[in-house]
């Protein structure tokens, strides 16, 4: 463990925690977009900084969400420096992307009414990386990548593609996505996955086995299954996500939950 402070307060955190986990286990708010600790620390929408000074650290701003908490840190996570550059950090965001719920809570929680910036075209994606990540790391799908728009004249990423037959449909992007530039449309039948408001990728949805309600795609079926154990695989059942825990629920206590939805339950 180590010992620092943060606006003021002792804090412990474990080896190797960032400033920003350790002020969350605190209570500590300090706003983010780009953040999720499923992918870990990106760095990029920079909403978190902090003022930090120790041993062999003069005072300087940095990103909380990937500053490593050492033994003797100081950290000022509000003061009128910070809340001045997260100021203007959002107005930027709200310039250049559609109001989406998240940006405009971080902007009314600080203040935020308009911005004094003008774009010529927003665009929705902050080019944050999560849905690339998450769709790389964590489903391990690759569906997602940052692209240079096709100039190949610029050096850093300047919008998001999806490579459809990459895409399980698992929807996992469009529910880490902090501004909503990545919506899943579900109907009946199918599936779209609407990137930049456009429909870039279709597919079929499959029943329920239990209560026949359209839940997920083939392609994400046929993963869960690819990592399952033989034993687990003859225990799968393709359920929608009310009927799994209905079934669970009712296994356990012997009791349907009262507040089933289900439509062949209760």
Do not use: W
Request: aromatic share 2%.
């Amino acid at each position: 463990m180590v010992s620092l402070k943060i606006d003021g307060k002792d804090v412990r955190a474990a080896e190797g925690a960032t400033v920003l986990e350790a002020a969350l286990q605190e209570g500590i708010h300090i706003p983010t977009l780009c953040y999720h600790k499923a992918p870990g620390p990106q760095g990029l929408c920079r909403l978190c900084i902090v003022e930090a000074e120790g041993p062999g650290l003069r005072r300087t701003i940095l990103p909380s969400c990937n500053l490593t908490a050492l033994e003797g840190l100081k950290i000022d996570t509000a003061s009128p420096l910070i809340q001045s550059i997260r100021k203007t950090i959002v107005e930027l965001l709200m310039a250049n992307t559609p109001a989406s719920e998240s940006l405009l809570s971080i902007a009314k929680s600080l203040g935020v009414e308009s911005s004094r910036f003008t774009s010529v075209q927003k665009d929705p994606c902050i080019l944050c990386g999560l849905c690339v990540k998450v769709c790389r790391n964590s489903i391990g799908a690759a569906a997602l990548s940052l692209a240079d728009g096709g100039s190949g004249s610029r050096v850093v990423a300047s919008r998001v593609v999806i490579d459809a037959e990459a895409c399980i449909g698992c929807g996992t992007c469009a529910n880490i996505c902090p501004v909503q530039a990545i919506r899943i449309e579900d109907s009946q039948t199918d599936r779209n996955i609407i990137l930049y408001g456009q429909v870039v990728n279709k597919m079929e949805l499959v029943k329920c086995e239990q209560c026949g309600q359209a839940h997920a795609t083939q392609k994400f079926i046929s993963s869960v299954l690819s990592r399952l154990t033989p034993e687990q695989k003859t225990a799968f059942r393709n359920l929608c996500p009310e009927c799994s825990r209905v079934i669970h629920a009712e296994s356990l206590t012997g009791q349907i939950p009262p507040d089933s939805h289900c439509g062949n339950y209760g």
